[in-house]
């Protein structure tokens, strides 16, 4: 369930950060680091990194640590680094590594000349391993991965030594050696440090450094078949690389201890680490274990699947970078766990493409009205703005003909109190063109559908506006059907039906979760000409519908297709105006 607190705490984070743009308040991370800088320690240095394992793609989660690292790094006029943990050949691969920096970069960030790789530092790490094995504080361990779980013991239980704890320096460089050649089988022996197998933290119990792997590395090829662990490689890289300030997610404060006796055992550079809550994300899943499954298993069309909470599918849906940024600045840093409303993140992307989005016409559900008393063969080019926000998009010709495409849900037979467009008799307003009134329903004789709407136009209201002063409450969008495009639109809800799908106290799988409304397809929409040319990845708005973005994959000159980026239907403002009530 979603703590009510951090509901509000996150408005009110909200309500204090307008923009990107905006000054950060000063949260408990900025704090350490204007003390830092106020003792002069590190020399006055600020250096972050940004780490991704590249076993999988970015998502929204990700976004959150990349704006932290790399604005800490611009606000305090320091360097960030971008370096990929890649320590794990069986599962990480160059074609994540890619779409890691792609997203990076269009994130609109940039790390200049610093871009590195744990495999960087594969020989250094085994050296320092070997220091740490003259001086006794690790050995080499004979036991299974199910036996050194058997021995490490519990929260409530100590562990015990491992029969092979105290072999000699000399056999434990022996055989390090030996493990590095290649001589022994995967599995059959890993490196551990020599610790306290009684520690109240499970992490210092004699931790695994290196394991065997005769595997295939995506830089290192077959040079290595024993590989470090994250927790060796980790700590290390952070001081080779001089980062002062090791921004972490929380999970990885119970590794601290064991990241500082690394270093203290080495003797080298101490970066300071400091954890914050990781963005957990309304009806959102936010595992990449779990994301590769829902990929490898065929519940979504890939990693840029629109659905996906991916920086890739993000961007393929049709967000942008400003309104990703905004969203990080405004939740802020915590050292608190707690879910945010995706409505927050639409809202941040609302206002962004409501500043930057052309306005234009498209029909989703089509249904044909021919104007009678206009003339056979007419066409008028009308005008219409582009942005009401922002003058300077100027205006665009649209055609008008006698016959036109309107939303179905835009007409009813036996309309409902308060409904305000088209019924039988009723007159409302053709957005930038005129008025028109139903006259007649031409229906399906077999199925009793209405499939045709007669009506008739008052010529002396071009513009949408009556010259006689009498007015109308509805307005509709519509388009010329001559003249329309025909379009494949996306429309798209969360892809789980579960506010929290991570939550395993019910004991399903996150998988009975996954909502089969996420996706649907409308084959058969009209969208008006000036669409002809749009660009895959452009953006605009539908008017009355919603902001939507031509599918950077599928979309082409002779196949248009939209993506469905959000609703106007903003809820967070709602929330927002409920909250400045109260």
């Not at 890649?86 to 000349?113: C, H, M, Q």
């Not at 300030?245 to 119970?254: A, K, N, V, Y």
């Amino acid at each position: 369930m979603k703590d009510a607190k951090s509901d509000d705490k996150n408005w009110k984070q909200a309500k204090n950060k307008t923009t990107a743009d905006s000054t950060p308040s000063l949260d408990f991370i900025r704090t350490i680091i204007e003390e830092d800088l106020n003792t002069n320690k590190n020399d006055g240095r600020v250096h972050t990194r940004f780490p991704p394992e590249p076993n999988g793609y970015l998502h929204i989660g990700h976004a959150k640590s990349i704006c932290l690292n790399f604005g800490l790094a611009t606000e305090y006029k320091g360097l960030c680094n971008l370096r990929f943990d890649d320590t794990n050949p069986s599962k990480e691969e160059a074609e994540y590594v890619e779409s890691i920096k792609e997203d990076v970069r269009w994130l609109g960030f940039d790390w200049g000349n610093r871009l590195f790789y744990a495999s960087d530092y594969f020989e250094q790490l085994y050296k320092y391993a070997v220091q740490l094995i003259k001086v006794g504080k690790a050995y080499v361990c004979d036991l299974s991965a199910e036996e050194i779980r058997e021995y490490r013991g519990t929260l409530t239980e100590p562990g015990k030594d491992s029969p092979y704890r105290n072999r000699s320096i000399e056999e434990n460089l022996d055989l390090f050696e030996r493990m590095r050649a290649g001589e022994f089988e995967d599995g059959s022996r890993v490196l551990r440090a020599k610790i306290d197998m009684a520690s109240p933290n499970l992490n210092m119990r004699d931790p695994v450094m290196y394991r065997i792997l005769h595997a295939v590395h995506h830089r290192t090829g077959d040079k290595w078949c024993i590989y470090p662990t994250y927790d060796w490689a980790h700590g290390q890289s952070d001081s080779i690389e001089g980062i002062t300030h090791s921004i972490c997610t929380l999970e990885f404060e119970d590794h601290r201890p064991l990241y500082d006796w690394f270093l203290d055992q080495l003797g080298v550079f101490h970066t300071q680490q400091i954890e914050f809550a990781r963005l957990n994300l309304s009806y959102t899943m936010m595992s990449k274990r779990k994301l590769l499954q829902l990929v490898e298993e065929g519940h979504v069309a890939g990693w840029d699947d629109p659905r996906m909470p991916t920086i890739s599918g993000l961007r393929r849906r049709g967000y942008t970078p400003e309104s990703i940024r905004d969203f990080c600045d405004r939740i802020g840093v915590a050292k608190r766990e707690s879910i945010v409303d995706i409505a927050l993140l639409e809202h941040c992307l609302r206002l962004d493409l409501n500043k930057r989005a052309p306005r234009v016409m498209a029909v989703l559900r089509p249904l044909r009205v021919i104007i009678d008393n206009y003339p056979e063969g007419r066409v008028e080019e009308l005008d219409a703005e582009n942005n009401p926000e922002d003058s300077s998009m100027g205006t665009r010709k649209i055609p008008f003909s006698r016959e036109l495409y309107i939303e179905r849900d835009d007409f009813r037979e036996d309309p409902p109190k308060k409904f305000f467009r088209l019924s039988p008799g009723r007159e409302v307003r053709l957005k930038h063109a005129y008025y028109i009134k139903c006259e007649r329903v031409v229906k399906d004789e077999q199925t009793g559908e209405v499939i045709e709407l007669r009506c008739t136009y008052d010529p002396e209201t071009r513009g949408g506006w009556s010259k006689d002063g009498r007015m109308v409450k509805g307005t509709l969008h519509w388009v010329s059907v001559p003249h329309s495009l025909k379009a494949e639109v996306r429309l798209y809800n969360h892809l789980f039906v579960k506010e929290d799908p991570a939550d395993e106290s019910e004991g399903a799988d996150f998988k009975t979760y996954l909502n089969p409304k996420s996706l649907e397809i409308l084959f058969s929409c009209r969208v008006e000409p000036s669409l002809a040319d749009a660009k895959p990845g452009s953006r605009c708005q539908f008017l009355r519908q919603g902001y939507f973005c031509v599918d950077s994959v599928d979309s082409s000159r002779h196949r248009l297709v939209f993506n469905c980026t959000v609703p106007l239907r903003d809820t967070w403002a709602k929330i927002e105006k409920a909250q400045k009530r109260s």
